[in-house]
Structures are given as structure tokens and as C-alpha cells.
């Protein structure tokens, strides 16, 4: 597959590794910030491997994890609604909201359709006038403008049966929030790739001079995963804190004008809540009041109870440490025991992406491994 | 957060600005994507594709210099001491200042 | 039922005007007869069932006899390659050949939803009474039952099939022995893909194509050639090479080591798979089997399966080692061998 298969070759991989050891004089501590990254650093065994000589800590990247508990709740109650066709990306029917997840809400009667893309709900809601169709909206800085069309193909057709509940977050915001709190340690941060591609990565710039630590920004593969690690490495080691584009064949310092456009037509910047950490200001988005009629939580304003901005924490859940990697998950009480992936008691836990789930992948015998938060029975193939 | 998977542009659908749709294809099958945010993508050039919609036009240029470097560096006997690291033009990216 | 379950791929028109399953089809009465007379024997002629006893008699002397049940309950109803009816046919074909028996008979339980539209249930059948033809297996018994509306989404089926066993059939899972080759016959994870892909609508042009078939020749191909040095051979089902590979690690007390680069995989499910997050390896297969032989047939095999167009890209993608930590490892773009987890439940597209 052209511009996969070159960026996954072994040989090239091999010895962007060496390079990095050879590089290194010291361990340096860098994070990551995106549910893809963690999934193809551990699929591909990066992080193992280069243990010694890189700290990789998986930071609140996913937005799987980070979509508050409230939300997933509110998609919950929407769903058993008998008007109401609720759609989602397939990432979010297994996660927990307080209680259970949308796997188990379609498996009690709700309807929840599994959409590849938030297009496809516009074409059901033109397909069903009947019902009311809900996109449940989660996703960062990438997702957006996919949703963003979505509103804006909904408005042009007419279609008074399309609504989002929009969950959307932003990354910069999470970063800057880390690297704030007492006792980080995160030295220097691989961008996401795709958030990038969108965004373009000027803002990094007031960043970089702040808080003084490198900020890379990185593809997918594990070579393009490699040369951004490469590339921070090498700037920590010649005592340098820029912006670096490791990814140039997707990301342009501009970023995608078209996507952008279409963002800050239907979207305003908000303060909203991340699962495990509270508010973050700046953190999220959320519909322009030109849209409000777009707004799944102001349609269905009567289903569920809504909070302004509730502080989302799960008691004995030190998520907040965990995703800005001054814990280690393993130094969690709870790691293990009271919380595994069967039974998850904060954001870390809940999906595969996470930090936490991750670690226990790797920390206990695979045949003793629990399925993920919120697993049912396999789906018939037979 | 971001899967997005290259594709091929195999034939426009549709031109408009908010509907515009291609035909897009990855290693063995097609999907209609939506191309709002390409829209001077052309046939024949490959798309980044997340969601059902294309976020970036692949620069074959960017891709190349990177896998020529790649290559470079799968050839050297001797690989540069990390001291010229900062200074060599072997990293496939751009400084902000 | 949700329209899901038969109308996405059903290849008859339905225009709402067309006769549908009733309660009363169920009842054991009149129009139960009625279905049977127009449906089943119509289709299903064999000598056991032809008089519709109770319990169908069959000849056999001498030698052991192999038995299977399954159920299908597979949405939606006709996906690409196949049906629920083709499939309970493969299926169960397939179980009694890995396990060294030739299939002869099955029986073909339906459980039908109230509402049914009747050409579908007429579709299905005709593609049962085919692939039974094709697999050389008699249909000799079977049930029909109707439960309300909203229960059997669509139609389940149940079988129920009987072979008999030839020569020594292969010793099982805990037969393994490291260095021992693992072979798959085919591309893994076609039907998984192609049900999940049909399922969702998810509008991929060609849709994946299931690999619904029969694996009988393929078996014995594998018998002739490795002769008595097979240890094992599953069918890929549910929770594909994966879950066939956990099992025997658990049996075998082994563990597996695979290789990326030697999975064979068909363009159409590689493109599907990367678009939508997920692994093959997790992935259904109805016509592709893993098997594990003594490494030194392994090539003779592999080059015999090759010979046969339904086996054609057949591979090693791995052997047994002494036990690890983890029960199944693969090799990737690093070459170091990562954990390949147990399949956990439903196949879900991501976008992270």
C-alpha cells in the first residue's frame, strides 16, 4: 500500500533505532498525545524498545478516554429515545460512561448504528426523515472539520432531523496544562501528525519559547513514529526547543485552509471537561449559536439532566498523574486490582489507547488478559 | 485520535465546494470520500483520509526526500557522531524559528 | 428485526406486498405442512427424509462417526460470497472435515422471525439445498419454528452434521511440538471483513467478498501430502487465526511465533482493514483453515495446497515454540515479537 508500506520497512526502522541510542547520552522523558500514536508505538513495540533509552509516556491523546463520562451518558439516554437513531464511531460503543456503555444500550433495545464517517449519518438522517439522527461528535482537532461538514451538509439539504452532540477537544490546550502542573516531567512532545495536518503547527511557536521543550510533529508508522523521536532527541541533546516538521508529506505550517474554514464557521472554542482531568479552558468546542439548532443537547434539552461544566473525577482515580506521566500506572494503587480493563475506574483504563490499559497489556501474562471496558459477546460472523 | 490511511484520487463525482466527492481508492478497494478540504486534489495524486473525508494532499516531493534519506542512512558504514546532528540537513523537516 | 438483518445485499426484490412468516407457521398445524410441503421437500429429497418421520434412519457399517452442531445466526442475512444458508452448509462441512471425517448428513433446524418475508426464507433455502449439492452431503432432518416478531433477528439456523471418519484422523492440539510449522490455506479474515462491511454499509466498492466454502479437498490435499504428520487443523472461525491459535496454545501449552510479512492477505480486506483500525488476525475466515505439521513437510504442503485454485496463496506464517509469557507473538516492522492478544468480542471500526 503506497506510503504505508515504505514508512512500516524493517531495515530503515532498524536503523532510526540505532541512530537514537547512538544519539542519546542521556534518558529523556518525551510524551505523546494521541490515541493513534500510543496504538501504533505499541503495535509496532517502539516504546519497548527503545525503553532505555527514551521515557515515552502516552499523554490524554484519545479521545475515547477523554470524552466525558456525562456525555457518553447523554448519548446513552438519547439512544433509548424511540425518535432517535443515534450514530457513532465504532472507538466509542465499548467505553463506559457512568454506568454502561452504548454496546450495552443496543443490546438493551437502544438504536446505535456504528458510522464510518459523520457523512454517512447526514445520508441515514436523508434516508430516514422519521427519525431523528443523532452524530455523537467526539474526536480532536482532525474530526472536526469532518463534523463540521456534516452541519454544513445538513443545513444546505434542509434536513430538520440531524443533530450532533458534540464532544469535540483540542489538544494544545491538554499540553500546556501538563507542562504547568507541579511535577511534570514531560522534556519534549511528539505532535499529532493529523491534528497537525489541520491546524498546521504555527501555534507551537509562542509554545516552544514558553515552556522551552522541543515539540515535534510526527506521523504514524513507525518510521515516521522513529525520526520524530529522532528529531526531539537530538534537539534535547544540543539544548534546542523548536517546532520541527517530521511529517511534511501530510503537514504544512499553514495547516488545511478548506478544513480550518469550515471549523470556525460552526464551531467556538470552549472550556470544556476532559474525562479524569477536570476542565480545560480553551479545551474543547462546542456549536456557534448559528448553529444552536444543530445542537443535540438544546433539541433533546428534556432527556438526561445536564450540568454546566462538571468536574469529572472518579474517586481513587489518579488519571490526571497518569496522563501527565508523573505516575506510572503501575505505581497506582489501584493498577491491577480494583481497576483492569473488566472493571475500569477512570479515563486510563477504558480503552485499549489508554495508558493504563496499555501497561497491563504488557504487565500481565496475555492469557490472563481481560477483554476491554464494556465488551459483549462477539458479534454473529456465523 | 487520527487514523487516517492514504488513498489514490481515482475520479471526481462531485465538484462542489460542500458535496464535492471522489472516488478514492486503498490497496484493494474504493470508497467515495468526501473532498471538501482538497478540493484541487487531482486524479491520480493520492489524499490523507480520516473519517470518510480527505485532510491533506500527500507531497510525493516530502515523501520522497524522507525515503531518500532513509536510504542514505540504510547505506552509510558510518553513521554521523551525534555532535553533527544539529547541524546535518539529513532531518526531513522544517524549522520554525 | 431491523432491516439490517436481511435487506442490506438481499438479492430478491421485496415490495412489502409479498406473503411473509406468521406465527402460525409454527404451530405444527396446517400451514407448518404447508411450508414444509412447498419449502423443504420441494428442495430437500434425500431417501431419510423423504416420509418426514420424526427421527431419520441411516445405513452405516462399521467405523467410527464424526458429529458437529452449530448455530448461525449471522446479520445481515446476504453478504457478499454468501448467505446464512450457504453458510451453515460450509460450516459445517468444514468442522467435520478438519476433524478427519467425510461429511454425508446434516439436519437444518430454522427458527424463523415472525414477518419474514417468504422469498427471503426461499433465497435461503435454495442457497442450502446448492451448497449441500456441492458439498455431496444429504439434508436429512431438520425443525422449523417461528418466534414473535423482534426475536431471531430475521432467521437462525441450527445443524446438525454427521461424517464418517476415515483412516486416523489428526491427534489434536496437544500434539503440537515446537518448531512445528503453522499454515494457513488461504488469505486470513475475508468473512469477517465482508460481514462487518455489509453489516454497517460501509460502502466499499468492491465490497470484501466472504470466503464461505468448502474445505473438504483442501483437507485431504493436506492428508496426502503431509501423511501422518499433521497435528492439527481448525477452520478460522469466529475470533480468526487468533482465537484458533489461543486455543492451542492453551491445549498445547506451546506458544505460537508468527510473521508479518508472511500473512497472506487479499488487497481488498488489506485496504478495508487499514481504513477502518482493524487486524485481520482477528477477523473471521469460512473457507480457510490453519493447520500444524511436522516442519519438514511443511514446503510439500504448502506447494501441494498452492496447486489448487481454493488454496492458492496458502503460506507458513509461523511455528511453535516452548512457552513464553505471552501464548501468541507476531513480528513486525521491528522484528521483535509483539503480544497478539486474545480477540475480545465485537469488531469495531476506530478512527483512533
Redesign the interface.
Known amino acids: ?1 503506497k506510503y ?1 508500506d515504505e514508512f ?3 531495515r530503515a ?2 536503523r532510526l ?1 540505532d541512530d537514537i541510542r547512538r544519539t542519546a547520552t542521556r534518558r529523556w522523558v518525551l510524551m505523546e498525545v494521541c ?2 500514536q500510543t ?1 501504533s508505538l505499541l ?4 516504546e ?2 527503545l525503553r532505555e533509552t527514551v521515557e515515552l509516556i502516552h499523554g490524554p491523546g ?3 478516554c477523554v470524552t466525558p463520562a456525562e456525555d457518553i451518558d447523554f448519548a446513552q439516554q438519547l439512544a433509548l429515545r424511540e425518535d432517535v437513531l443515534l450514530t457513532s ?3 466509542m ?2 467505553v463506559p460512561g457512568t454506568r454502561e456503555s452504548l ?1 450495552d444500550v443496543r443490546a438493551a433495545g437502544g438504536q446505535v ?4 464517517s459523520p457523512l ?1 449519518a447526514v445520508a441515514l438522517a436523508q434516508k430516514h426523515p422519521d427519525r431523528q439522527v443523532v452524530f455523537f461528535a467526539v ?1 480532536f482537532e482532525t ?1 472536526a472539520p469532518a463534523t463540521a461538514l456534516a452541519v454544513r451538509q445538513a443545513e444546505q439539504l434542509g434536513l430538520e432531523n440531524f443533530s450532533l452532540l458534540v464532544s469535540h477537544v483540542r489538544v494544545q490546550p491538554a499540553m500546556e496544562s501538563i507542562l504547568r502542573s507541579p511535577g511534570n516531567r514531560v522534556e519534549g512532545f511528539l505532535a499529532a501528525g493529523h491534528v497537525c495536518t489541520i491546524t498546521g503547527f504555527d501555534s507551537y511557536v509562542d509554545f516552544v519559547r514558553e515552556f522551552r521543550v522541543p515539540v515535534v510533529v510526527t506521523g504514524f508508522e ?2 515516521d513514529l522513529l525520526e520524530g523521536i529522532r528529531e526531539c532527541v537530538r534537539q534535547l541533546e544540543s539544548g534546542r526547543a523548536e517546532v520541527t516538521n517530521c511529517y511534511a508529506r501530510s503537514v504544512r505550517r499553514e495547516g488545511n485552509r478548506h478544513a480550518l474554514v469550515a471549523v470556525e464557521q460552526v464551531y467556538r472554542i470552549a472550556d470544556v471537561p476532559w474525562r479524569g482531568l477536570g476542565v480545560i479552558p480553551s479545551g474543547g468546542l462546542r456549536l456557534r449559536p448559528e448553529y444552536a439548532r444543530f445542537d443535540a443537547r438544546r433539541r433533546f434539552e428534556d432527556t438526561g439532566c445536564e450540568e454546566e461544566l462538571p468536574v469529572i473525577t472518579t474517586p481513587d482515580c489518579p488519571a490526571a498523574e497518569v496522563l501527565a506521566g508523573r505516575m506510572r500506572p503501575s505505581d497506582c494503587p489501584q493498577f491491577g486490582s480494583r481497576c483492569t480493563p473488566d472493571s475500569p475506574l477512570g479515563a486510563p483504563m477504558v ?1 485499549s ?1 489508554g495508558a493504563c490499559a496499555a501497561y497491563f ?2 504487565r500481565t ?3 490472563d ?1 481481560s ?2 471496558a464494556g ?8 | ?3 487516517g ?1 492514504p488513498g489514490q484520487v481515482v475520479e471526481w463525482l462531485d465538484r462542489d465546494p460542500v458535496f464535492g466527492r471522489a ?1 478514492v ?8 470520500c468526501h473532498m471538501a478540504c482538497v478540493p484541487d486534489a487531482e486524479v491520480g495524486e493520492y489524499v490523507i ?3 470518510g473525508i480527505a485532510i491533506s494532499r500527500i507531497d510525493a516531493e516530502q515523501a520522497e526526500r524522507l525515503l531518500d534519506e532513509l536510504r542514505t542512512l540504510d547505506m552509510d558504514d558510518e553513521l554521523p557522531p551525534p555532535t553533527a546532528a544539529a547541524s546535518d540537513d539529513a532531518t526531513a523537516g522544517e524549522r520554525s524559528p | 428485526m431491523t432491516e439490517t438483518s436481511w435487506q442490506p445485499g438481499c438479492p430478491v426484490p421485496i415490495d412489502g406486498v409479498e406473503p411473509r412468516i406468521t406465527l402460525a407457521h409454527g404451530e405444527g398445524a396446517r400451514l407448518t405442512r404447508q411450508l414444509i410441503d412447498a419449502e423443504i421437500r420441494s428442495r430437500f429429497r434425500s431417501a431419510p427424509l423423504a416420509p418426514l418421520p420424526d427421527a431419520a434412519h441411516v445405513e452405516e457399517t462399521g467405523g467410527r462417526i464424526a458429529v458437529t452442531s ?1 448455530s ?4 445481515p442475512l446476504f453478504f457478499p460470497g454468501g448467505d446464512i444458508g450457504s ?2 452448509v460450509h ?1 459445517t462441512v468444514n468442522d467435520l472435515a478438519v476433524s478427519g471425517a467425510v461429511p454425508r448428513w446434516i439436519t437444518l433446524s430454522l427458527i424463523l422471525e415472525e414477518g419474514l418475508p417468504l422469498p427471503v426464507l426461499q433465497r435461503v433455502l435454495d442457497s442450502v439445498a446448492r451448497a449441500a449439492s456441492d458439498c455431496a452431503v444429504d439434508v436429512i432432518a431438520g425443525d422449523t419454528k417461528v418466534v414473535p416478531r423482534g426475536a431471531a433477528d430475521g432467521m437462525y439456523l441450527n445443524t446438525t452434521g454427521i461424517g464418517t471418519v476415515i483412516g486416523s484422523p489428526p491427534p489434536g492440539p496437544q500434539a503440537i511440538r515446537p518448531d512445528d510449522a503453522i499454515i494457513v490455506s488461504g488469505p486470513i479474515g475475508r ?2 471483513m465482508a ?1 462487518l462491511c455489509a ?8 465490497p ?1 467478498q466472504s470466503d464461505s466454502a468448502p474445505l473438504t479437498d483442501v483437507v485431504k490435499t493436506l492428508h496426502r501430502v503431509a501423511d501422518g504428520n499433521v497435528r492439527t487443523i481448525r477452520d478460522a ?3 480468526g487465526v487468533s482465537a484458533v491459535l489461543h486455543e492451542w ?2 491445549a498445547s501449552e506451546l506458544s505460537f511465533r508468527l510473521d508479518e510479512a508472511t500473512l497472506p492477505v ?7 482493514s ?4 482493524i487486524d485481520p488476525l482477528y477477523a ?1 475466515c ?1 473457507g480457510t483453515l490453519v493447520a500444524a505439521v511436522a516442519p519438514d513437510v511443511a514446503d510439500q504442503v504448502v506447494q501441494a495446497l498452492r496447486r489448487r485454485p481454493e488454496s492458492a496463496e496458502a503460506a507458513v506464517i509461523g511455528s511453535a515454540v516452548d512457552r513464553t ?4 507473538t507476531i513480528r ?8 497478539v ?12
Open positions: 500500500m504505508v512500516r520497512d524493517t526502522a532498524r533505532v490515541g493513534g496504538h503495535r509496532h513495540g517502539i519497548e524498545e484519545c479521545p475515547v464511531f465504532g472507538d460503543l465499548r454496546l448504528r456504528i458510522v464510518y454517512d474526536g474530526t513507525p518510521v480503552s489507547e497489556r504488557y501474562p496475555a492469557v488478559a477483554q476491554p465488551a459483549s459477546q462477539p458479534e454473529a460472523t456465523r | 485520535m487520527c487514523l490511511v472516488s481508492e486503498f490497496a484493494g478497494v474504493r470508497r467515495v483520509v480520516h473519517a | 452449530d448461525y445466526v449471522v446479520s453458510l451453515a460450516g468473512h469477517g460481514v453489516r454497517e454499509e460501509l460502502a466499499f466498492d468492491p470484501p472461525t469466529r475470533g496454545a492453551d487479499s488487497p481488498d480486506v488489506r485496504g478495508a487499514e481504513l477502518l483500525g473471521a469460512e509469557i505471552c501464548p501468541v513486525r516492522t521491528l522484528g521483535r515479537e509483539q503480544p492478544d486474545e480477540p475480545t468480542g465485537a469488531m469495531l471500526p476506530r478512527i483512533c
